[in-house]
């Protein structure tokens, strides 16, 4: 069994050789994998289902290509907490919850985006708590979509802004809390995004070591990893 993963394209209209570094990679990949797991951030901002703006097209068609060719799944990022049913319908994928545990050739593999192990941040903490809120979502899905817009513009600006600020090693995920979540969950191999740092790191879990990887961001190289009896981090140029 093959799996593939990737996360933090962040897809957006500014940046056209990321939409197609990712059709590429469906076209060489997807046909020979028996799974496609997207773990967050495939697009720079998701302003709700009905976004009908040529980029959230272009999303939905490459993905309805890739779900054609293996299944699909979807975990929500930062960036994309939005997706909804809707949209996972209209690909033909199917959304997955954070964590989730997928079995890969008889492995169990945890799966994250990895922001919730970002514990020491605990501005941006609170922040996920309320932006994963049912409350919260609705609230905003019942503005328009020019309103949406706007207000996806200023949380931009206002998280480059809080961000610029932070010293490095809040930004990455928190040593023990990675070990606890592996250890609660019995797997010995996690991958997550989000940090955009792609690794590779040992985990002490007990008398036994498992495995961090991390993916990374897609900028000038696209991140992926191919899971064939193990996972293995690779990078093409965009
Ligand atoms: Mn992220």
């Known amino acids: 069994m093959t799996a593939l993963f990737v996360s933090d394209l962040h897809i957006d209209a500014d940046r056209p050789h990321v939409l197609q570094g990712l059709n590429d990679l469906i076209e060489r990949e997807a046909p020979s994998a028996d799974a496609l797991y997207i773990l967050g951030d495939l ?8 976004d009908d703006s040529e980029t959230a097209e272009a999303v939905r068609d490459a993905l309805s290509r890739a779900a054609r060719l293996c299944p699909l799944r979807i975990m929500h990022g930062n960036r994309d907490f939005l997706f909804g049913q809707r949209f996972a319908r209209d690909v033909g994928g199917e959304l997955i919850e954070d964590p989730h545990i997928a079995e890969i050739d008889g492995q169990r593999v945890l799966l994250t985006h990895g922001d919730a192990l970002c514990t020491e941040d605990t501005a941006y903490q609170l922040a996920r708590q309320l932006f994963r809120s049912e409350a919260w ?19 931009r600006q206002e998280s480059r802004r809080a961000n610029a600020n932070k010293p490095e090693n809040i930004m990455d995920v928190t040593p023990h809390e990675v070990a606890a979540l592996m250890r609660r969950t019995g797997c010995k191999t996690l991958i997550h995004g ?42 093409f140029p965009l």
């Open 43 to 50: 697009v720079e901002v998701w302003i709700g289902d009905d």
């Open 137 to 155: 979502q609705k609230d905003i899905l019942g503005k328009s979509l020019e309103e949406r817009r706007e207000l996806a513009r200023q949380m």
């Open 194 to 235: 989000h940090t955009h740092r792609p690794g590779m790191h040992d985990v002490r879990l007990g008398d036994k070591v498992g495995t961090r990887y991390v993916l990374g961001d897609w900028d000038r190289c696209g991140w992926f990893i191919r899971f064939d009896k193990a996972p293995e981090l690779a990078c």
